[in-house]
């Protein structure tokens, strides 16, 4: 690894793995990271890249957490660091890292482009330039056994109050049968971007609006914003372990795949590994959207991860080629049959293979593409503040410390201030 990334190896631990040839300044350097398969399935894609055209690559692995990750990221490119050739960016990134990417709409034909979800090439458009191709989608989902809520007579679970009693009644049947370690419901409950993920969701499900609305205006301080609050921390030590609040993806997918909780909210990644040859639980899980308020929708927030070109790669060109590489339609096929990543082309979701193996893409096709979005495109480069102090004070809430409306009215005063200090 190069000098900065050699400073960095502090406060982080960078990984290098060669695809294709040893490390040298000629070698492609891409980042990826993330839960479950993510990093083996972009690995294979690299190597498959590299057996095809003859061109070296390494992986560099970074934080699977996504608020360290672009803290990283946003320090390598202030350094105007060439380290990284193509990086993995959250879909909440485009508009803070953006300056320092290449416009792809200058390598990729727009035939290729089109292929994709108009929305999520929106999300990617800044200031007219694409600074990134999407590369997997991505939407919050309601996990469920399958077995349990057939054993007790209880059907999916379409509002929020429906999940609780659900899961009140399981777990406490499943306890006195001799499984002390039942839970629920798990999710992610950590002070960090997933808790952001999770708590649009139940605002948004109660129709209370999605924190700053599409004229920037902050509304997030709303009754039906408060009801949602109240609900989730009335789960805390009741239907969801109090360690749920330092869950993340991976904790809350561990409990449920073990055997130990009725629901689960979590991302389609958990489908495969759940149902995996090893799993306690395979074939026993079944996937659903999410349940709603009794003034709200069903709703997932919009996730997934790009691919974008640093400006400041020596070789952009094969960089490009890379990244159209992974975000083909076969290599996105590959992903979602053995990984159940959920592709950015539409077609896919009519692919035969594609349903044969991950058949609730075609069932819930419509809740991927209508997925709620944060609101990093209204708030731009100040987003990371917008959801840092979004998930504090619904943190907060969460552990007790201060009710649902008086946590909100403080955050809705502070994102009000933020904006007035020079505008999203």
Excluded at 68 to 92: K, N, P, S, T
Excluded at 325 to 333: A, G, K, Y
Excluded at 381 to 408: C, E, M, P
């Amino acid at each position: 690894m190069r000098r900065v990334l050699g400073t960095l190896a502090t406060v982080w631990t960078i990984a290098a793995t060669a695809c294709g040839a040893p490390a040298d300044d000629g070698v492609l350097a891409i980042s990826c990271a993330g839960v479950g398969t993510q990093f083996e399935l972009c690995r294979q894609g690299v190597e498959a890249w590299s057996a095809s055209t003859g061109h070296a690559a390494r992986l560099v692995s970074a934080p699977n957490s996504s608020t360290e990750r672009l803290a990283l990221y946003q320090q390598l490119l202030a350094a105007r660091a060439g380290d990284i050739d193509v990086f993995q960016i959250d879909v909440v990134w485009p508009g803070i890292l953006g300056p320092h990417f290449v416009d792809l709409r200058d390598f990729v034909p727009e035939a290729e482009i089109d292929g994709h979800f108009p929305a999520i090439i929106a999300n990617n458009t800044v200031d007219g330039r694409l600074v990134a191709m999407p590369w997997f989608t991505d939407t919050g989902l309601l996990y469920y056994r399958s077995d349990l809520l057939e054993r007790y007579g209880e059907a999916v679970p379409e509002t929020w109050d429906q999940l609780r009693a659900a899961a009140e009644r399981i777990q406490r049947a499943e306890r006195r049968s001799g499984n002390d370690r039942m839970w629920g419901f798990v999710w992610q409950g950590r002070a960090y971007e997933g808790l952001t993920c999770n708590a649009l969701e139940w605002i948004a499900s109660h129709g209370g609006g999605r924190i700053v609305d599409d004229e920037g205006r902050v509304t997030v301080a709303n009754p039906r914003a408060e009801r949602a609050l109240t609900v989730a921390a009335s789960w805390v030590g009741v239907i969801s372990p109090r360690g749920v609040l330092n869950y993340a993806e991976e904790e809350a997918r561990g409990v449920f795949q073990s055997g130990d909780a009725v629901f689960m909210r979590n991302w389609p990644y958990a489908w495969a590994l759940a149902n995996g040859g090893d799993s306690p639980v395979a074939g026993l899980v079944g996937v659903a959207a999410l349940p709603r308020g009794a003034e709200g929708r069903h709703v997932g927030t919009l996730g997934g991860w790009q691919l974008a070109v640093s400006r400041y790669s020596t070789q952009p060109e094969r960089a490009v080629d890379l990244v159209r590489w992974l975000t083909r339609r076969d290599e996105q096929e590959r992903r979602a049959i053995t990984g159940a990543l959920l592709p950015t082309i539409e077609a896919l979701y009519r692919d035969p293979d594609v349903l044969a193996a991950q058949p609730f893409f075609g069932e819930l096709a419509p809740l991927f593409r209508e997925a709620i979005a944060r609101p990093s495109a209204i708030t731009g480069i100040r987003y990371n503040q917008v959801s840092s102090a979004f998930w504090t004070a619904v943190h907060a809430t969460l552990v007790g410390d201060g009710s649902a409306a008086a946590n909100l009215a403080e955050l809705e005063e502070r994102l009000t201030l933020l904006s007035r200090g020079g505008g999203w």
